[in-house]
């Protein structure tokens, strides 16, 4: 799997800047309490994983991509691996989205 570094980059940059939560809880409440601007979810997440996130997104009219890895994910954001993870910033994760789309990435 091609790994798309600038992506990668904004989300460690997210993180270092304290704009990104991480895992399943986080990632929902950040959704549920409408701080989250931007949800990305592991390529190799469970189908379950996916499916419960697309749906809160569509409900809650956050932006999704399914993205990378759990490992990569993970190590942009300081972690062993991450299945998920919000971005809090608009700005930061407009720029994470802008790149995404730019390599190969796929839009839920």
């Known amino acids: 799997m ?9 989300l460690s940059l997210a993180t270092k800047a304290g704009k990104t939560v991480t895992g399943e809880f986080s990632t929902e409440k950040a959704v549920k309490e409408g701080k ?3 949800v990305v979810v592991a390529q190799d997440a469970s189908d379950n994983t996916k499916k419960k996130f697309q ?6 009219h956050v ?3 399914v993205f990378s890895d759990k490992v990569a994910l993970g190590n942009a954001c300081g972690k062993e691996f991450r ?3 919000a971005v809090t910033d608009q700005g930061l994760a ?3 989205v ?6 190969e990435s796929m839009e839920v």
């Open 83 to 85: 299945a998920s993870l």
């Open 2 to 10: 091609k790994q798309n570094n600038k992506a990668l980059s904004m």
């Open 98 to 103: 802008k790149h995404m789309d730019e390599g």
């Open 94 to 96: 407009k720029a994470a």
């Open 63 to 65: 932006t999704m991509k």
């Open 55 to 60: 749906n809160m997104c569509e409900y809650y």
């Open 36 to 38: 989250a601007y931007l």
